[in-house]
């Protein structure tokens, strides 16, 4: 059974499963897509892929390895336009590669929690960050994304729930997020489409 036939067991998920099936891409630089993600936190696209575009030119190809990255002096990535905190969390992020482990062969070997509590070491990277992480760079099919804002105003509106108890909308969401294990991923994919009508991640940060 595919993931569109699973989740349309769900009356109120099923009318909004329109279009063409995703496909969960691989991102084999685990390292690289985390710097991305956090550059891109709090910004519009637009701005975020100047940012992006900028941090790439610093290197001879657009595959820097984590060394490279930390021999990038700190005032250098502030003059691409990151702040102080996200150059700082950058550079943590290629630090911790280098003593920890970042690599796929690393992290696929673990569940999601394992990849959560692994990467949450990093200063700068909280839950929602490596939540997005294991669905954009490893795939994973079955990540509910309970704090993203995006995914809380969608459930709010299609499933008419009252968030004004922030614990008890927690709890509905997450009640109602389990019926559509082990695909959830999926579900979270199209509740941000039918939100914004087009395939984006809408989230917040950490």
């Excluded at 989740?7 to 099936?21: E, H, Y």
């Excluded at 390895?65 to 969390?89: C, D, F, H, M, V």
Aim: include cysteine; glycine fraction near 4%.
């Amino acid at each position: 059974m595919g993931y569109f036939e699973h989740l349309s067991k769900d009356k109120k998920l099923a009318p909004i499963l329109n279009g063409t099936p995703y496909k969960l891409k691989k991102q084999k630089l685990v390292y690289l897509h985390l710097c991305g993600s956090i550059m891109s936190q709090q910004l519009s696209t637009k701005v975020a892929a100047v940012i992006w575009k900028r941090f790439l030119a610093l290197f001879e190809d657009d595959s820097p390895t984590p060394e490279q990255i930390l021999a990038i002096p700190y005032e250098t990535l502030r003059g691409i336009g990151l702040s102080n905190a996200k150059a700082n969390y950058v550079q943590n992020v290629a630090r911790f590669t280098m003593e920890q482990g970042m690599n796929w062969d690393l992290l696929k070997k673990m569940n999601d929690e394992e990849v959560v509590s692994h990467l949450i070491q990093i200063k700068g990277v909280g839950r929602w960050t490596t939540e997005m992480l294991l669905m954009f760079a490893l795939g994973r099919e079955d990540v509910f994304a309970v704090d993203d804002l995006g995914i809380q105003t969608a459930m709010k509106k299609l499933y008419k729930l009252d968030d004004s108890n922030k614990k008890d909308f927690r709890e509905r969401m997450l009640k109602i997020s389990k019926k559509w294990s082990p695909y959830r991923t999926y579900a979270c994919l199209h509740l941000w489409n039918w939100k914004d009508a087009a395939p984006v991640k809408n989230a917040t940060s950490d």
